[in-house]
Each structure stands twice: as C-alpha cells, then as structure tokens.
C-alpha cells in the first residue's frame, strides 16, 4: 500500500489536487482513501458520492482529544484521586493547540492498515506545518528517552512493595507505563512516516513566492528525509495567451516550473479559469493530467559516510540538503549527537558509531550537500597493527 502526503505552500490547491489524485487512482482501478482534516468537509463536495473505490474521511481532531483526554484520567484516576482532582467530562472539553497535528497522525497510522486500501491520499497542512508534524514522532521519542531513561527503570522491583505499603501504586510507575506506552504509538506512527511506500507530494502555483517558500519547505523536508517524489505545477496558464498581461504571467509561470523541474518531476495542472467547485471540475482536471497518478516511490535519502582516511585522514558525512545556502546551515556536536540547523528547521541526529571517535574537522557546502569532516580520536580509534 501506497501513502501520499499532499502539502505545499498556504493557498497552493492543495485540496483541489489531493482530491483530483484520488479520483484519478480511483479511475485507473486503485483502492484509495482520501483523508482529511479541514473543517467543512470540502474534499467531499470536489469529490461527489459516485466515485467506484473511492472512499472520504475526515480527521476530526476535536472528537480525538476529547477520547484521548477521558481516556488518560481513566488511565491516572488513582493518582488523580489522591491529589483530591475532579475529572474532567467529555462534553466540557475543548481542543487545545496541536490536537491537529496528533489526531492526523494517529489517523496516518490507522490508514496504513486499512482494510481494501491500495493507496492512501492525505490532504496536509501548510508545508511548515506538515514538516514539523511529520518530525514530531521522532522528536517526542528522544525527548521521552532522555527524560524517562529506560535503563532507570532498574529499580521498578521495589515498587511493588513500595505501593503495598502506601496502599495506592506508586506514581513513578504510572508514569514509566505511560512513557512506554507513548513510546510504543509513536514508533508506529514514526514508521508509517519513514517507510519507503510513504511520499511528499508538493502543490504550488509557479511564481516568485511560491519558489522561495518551497526551498525552505524542501530544506525542512531533506534536514528530516522525507522525500518528496513530485511537484505538482498548479493553476498554469495556457502559453498561447492573446491578452498580453496574461502571456506575460505564463511566461512567469513556465520559467519557474522549469527551475523546479530541474529538481523534481513536475506535473501541470491547467487554470481552469475559475475555483473548481464539484466533481465535473475535478474529473475534468483528471483527465487533463495523467501524470497524477502515483509512479515508483521516491527513495528515502540516505546520509552516507565516506571514509578517506587513506587520503585526507579523514571521514566524511554527506548530507543531502538541496537549495540549502551557508547561511541557513548551523551544526554543533553534542556528545554522540549532532544538532543540526537549517533555516528555520532543527533536527539531532546520533552519530554512526564510527564518528562518534572522531572529532568535527569542518563542513562545506556544495551543490546542495553539506559534507561534515571527522578526523579520527587517537584516544578512542583502534590503532592498526
């Protein structure tokens, strides 16, 4: 099974093309779900009811945080007894900031295991938002490894006695419960996000705007390595404009789906010269692009170490970051770990085993690869006999 995640830039179409992908993978003969998360439910109006093998569903992020939230003080209702709380009731719950981002990936792992399904089609966020949403699993599982460290838990024996002498469990072992449950969700979801049947499709309407907010998007997702497979060039203008100011902006529009095609393939999307408002414009736009349907998944970049110690005494980290500027770039050794900074974008990331002996040497930028020097810890490397 296949899972597309469709993002771009904020009023792209994102909508209109996650809605035009499925109809045409529903037509070539796919199974497909589409989901989303948008109030109102607009995917279903492009949609319409008539399409064989497609099916619609909506994320609906405030009925998850309500379950979540009732589920939890089940969870703790003896700690939260002790300390004289009232919980909470379902219908008095309102969702706070972020519940979003959790019901879509809580929905991003049922979806990969949904029954009669060959394809999953997500309609995102904004690309800033799917990026640090897509990072987010990774990012919470480190946290919970560095704050409830899973080696401390060597002393959960005495807990049981501990309880049986309070008369109530204990809480530290509520909370290691709770952390190795969260944990366990997030590496679900974490892999649904990494496997190599999941890609990024990007939307955009080519113009100057689009392209700068793009190489940052794109700078977010390589820092991560999600790969995006394909841009979809939206809303473009017919070149043969009579009108001089519109020949003008499909000359805009051709240049930078040029610039991006030298990147990624690129697939147009025509203007229909109006917002496309129900399933005739969406079988219309379907038909107008084959190039929608999803081909061979994008590999996951890989972040290779090249060993040149026989010529520089050196070990070297590639990191592919296209469109990246030395500006954007900052790196700073911690430990076993690099952080790593680009634009707007962090990410640590642990050392391969066989630079955690070396020491940072230096780091160049050059055609979109940033390549961090290692030279090896005479302390720490094994000496040759």
């Known amino acids: 099974m296949r899972t597309l995640l469709i993002t771009g830039p904020g009023g792209a179409g994102r909508t209109t093309v996650a809605a035009v992908t499925s109809v045409a993978a529903a037509r070539a003969g796919r199974r497909v779900l589409l989901l989303s998360g948008d109030p109102g439910d607009p995917l279903a109006a492009l949609v319409g009811p008539d399409v064989r093998g497609l099916r619609v569903a909506r994320i609906d992020s405030g009925e998850e945080f309500r379950a979540e939230l009732v589920a939890l003080q089940e969870r703790g209702a003896t700690l939260l007894g002790m300390l004289g709380s009232r919980p909470l009731a379902a219908e008095e719950l309102t969702e706070l900031p972020g519940a979003e981002q959790f019901a879509l990936l809580r929905a991003l792992r049922r979806a990969a295991v949904a029954p009669d399904t060959d394809l ?18 990774a990012q919470l599982r480190r946290y919970l490894a560095r704050l409830l460290p899973a080696e401390r838990q060597a002393a959960r024996a005495l807990r049981p006695v501990l309880a049986q002498l309070a008369g109530v469990p204990m809480p530290a072992r509520w909370l290691y419960e709770a952390a190795a ?7 679900a979801v974490q892999a649904v996000v990494e496997a190599p049947t999941t890609e990024v499709r990007l939307v955009a309407e080519p113009g100057p705007g689009a392209h700068l907010a793009l190489r940052t998007g794109r700078l977010g997702l390589a820092l991560h390595q999600l790969p995006a497979g394909s841009l979809v060039a939206n809303r473009t203008l017919p070149q043969d404009c009579a009108d001089p100011w519109l020949a003008g902006l499909a000359a805009q529009q051709e240049k930078y789906a040029a610039q991006w095609a030298d990147e990624l393939p690129v697939v147009p999307l025509p203007h229909l010269g109006r917002d496309p408002e129900g399933p005739e414009d969406t079988a219309l ?12 998944a994008a590999p996951r970049p890989a972040w ?7 010529g520089d005494g050196v070990l070297v980290w590639a990191i592919p970051l296209p469109g990246a500027r030395k500006a954007d770039l900052d790196l700073v050794r911690r ?3 690099l952080l790593l900074a680009a634009g707007p974008y962090r990410r640590i990331v642990p050392l391969p085993s066989a630079l955690r002996r070396c020491t940072v040497s230096g780091a160049a930028l050059a055609d979109g ?3 961090v020097r290692f030279t090896p810890d005479p302390q720490l490397w094994p000496r040759a006999r």
Do not use: I, K, Y
């Not at 449950?181 to 590496?187: G, H, N, S, T």
């Not at 736009?285 to 061979?296: D, E, V, Y």
């Not at 290779?304 to 026989?310: C, L, Q, S, T």
């Open 120 to 137: 999953v089609v997500v309609d995102m966020p904004p690309l800033h938002q799917t990026v640090t949403t897509l990072a987010l699993p």
């Open 181 to 187: 449950r969260w944990d366990e969700e997030l590496a």
């Open 285 to 296: 736009l379907a038909a107008s692009a084959p190039g929608l349907a999803p081909a061979a």
């Open 304 to 310: 290779d170490v090249e060993d040149r110690r026989a």
């Open 335 to 337: 430990g076993d770990e």
């Open 369 to 371: 690869v940033l390549r």
